[in-house]
């Protein structure tokens, strides 16, 4: 109506965190361990924005509904089909595993999302979102994206030893874990191998994809690393503590951040949650699965960790427990402040 005020901006502290995955196949369970990871310990409101097979979408939305009031008022979900906007979509689905090259069009279809962080559904967050999502503000003025190396050291990285593609720096980048500033990378000319001007995000993907096709193995995260490799500036690498994978511990520890602040989010990949060659994956898996959500932290969640690490001390992972311990045992005593201050300020009129 005319002279009527338009109603003010959320702050920035009450605006959502924008959290992405994609979701193929029997990755349900999975996906949802993950966004209950990011639920328990995270204190500002999240968005998800879960990409999934048709047959998985009211799967996702009658898990979503059982939780407990207290937890699904933290957060709010969106579920969406797959869909690729340019090339052709049964190739994208081909690409590395199914659906997987769904993240490369996230700018493009989260049209309204000016951030977002985008996750592999074997992640676990063992420290609040929060801590991740204030990286964005880290950025120098011609970064768009985070990710962590793909390894530590190039004698045993994969990348340095047998790609046939360009690559990110030294030992190339991991996209299990990408930290994103969607309206940058919608508004970036990219450096290519293609033509010799700039390219935008989106006319970029398919030829760079026919391009290399024949030439990659872990598609669209080679896609990404080829990206980067033609603009190095556009990202900013985060430590390794931030992606923290079975490689970084199964032959000897060689994650210095991680063993220095323990891991900050885990990366489950090479399929560690499910088998039992790298346990103490599987018991951090484990533990958060079966979690009752209202239950005490340290009871329900520390404790029996604690426990099950000690079966996993013969392995190389688990000899470090504290790398695993540190971070989460932090994150659980903030919680757990925050809902002592909570209470008692509710429960006191001054």
Not at 84 to 97: D, H, I, Y
Not at 164 to 179: A, D, E, F, K, Q
Not at 309 to 314: A, G, I, M, Q
Request: glycine share 4%; proline share 7%; net charge positive.
């Amino acid at each position: 109506k005319p002279g009527e005020q338009k109603p003010p901006k959320e702050p920035p502290s009450l605006q959502c965190m924008h959290l992405a995955v994609v979701a193929c196949g029997d990755r349900l369970e999975e996906t949802l361990i993950m966004l209950k990871s990011a639920v328990l310990f995270s204190t500002r409101r999240l968005c998800f924005h879960i990409f999934a097979e048709d047959s998985l979408k009211p799967e996702f939305e009658k898990k979503l509904k059982e939780w407990p009031s207290s937890y699904t008022k933290k957060f709010e979900s969106n579920i969406y089909p797959i869909t690729f906007s340019v090339g052709n979509a049964q190739e994208w689905k081909k690409l590395f595993k199914p659906c997987a090259a769904q993240r490369l069009f996230l700018p493009v279809i989260l049209k309204d999302v000016d951030s977002l962080l985008y996750v592999d559904t074997d992640v676990l967050f063992l420290r609040p979102i929060d801590d991740i999502w204030h990286l964005l503000r880290e950025f120098n003025s011609t970064q768009l994206a985070a990710m962590a190396p793909e390894h530590e050291i190039p004698k045993i990285g994969w990348y340095s030893r047998f790609a046939r593609h360009p690559y990110y720096g030294t030992t190339g980048v991991n996209s299990g874990v990408m930290l994103m500033n969607l309206t940058r990378i919608r508004s970036t000319q990219f450096k290519n191998s293609l033509i010799p001007g700039g390219l935008t995000w989106e006319e970029m993907l398919y030829p760079l994809y026919q391009k290399y096709k024949n030439y990659i193995t872990w598609g669209d995260q080679d896609l990404l690393n080829i990206i980067f490799y033609f603009n190095p500036e556009c990202l900013y690498v985060f430590p390794c503590q931030w992606n923290y994978r079975p490689d970084h511990c199964m032959y000897g520890s060689n994650c210095r951040g991680a063993e220095q602040e323990g891991v900050s989010i885990l990366h489950g990949n090479r399929g560690v949650y499910h088998d039992d060659k790298q346990p103490t994956f599987k018991a951090l898996y484990e533990v958060i699965r079966d979690f009752p959500f209202e239950d005490n932290l340290f009871q329900s969640l520390y404790y029996p960790l604690q426990s099950k690490f000690l079966d996993t001390v013969h392995t190389l992972c688990g000899r470090i427990p504290q790398v695993f311990l540190k971070q989460i045992e932090k994150t659980m005593k903030k919680v757990y402040e925050n809902r002592v201050i909570v209470y008692l300020g509710a429960n006191h009129k001054y």
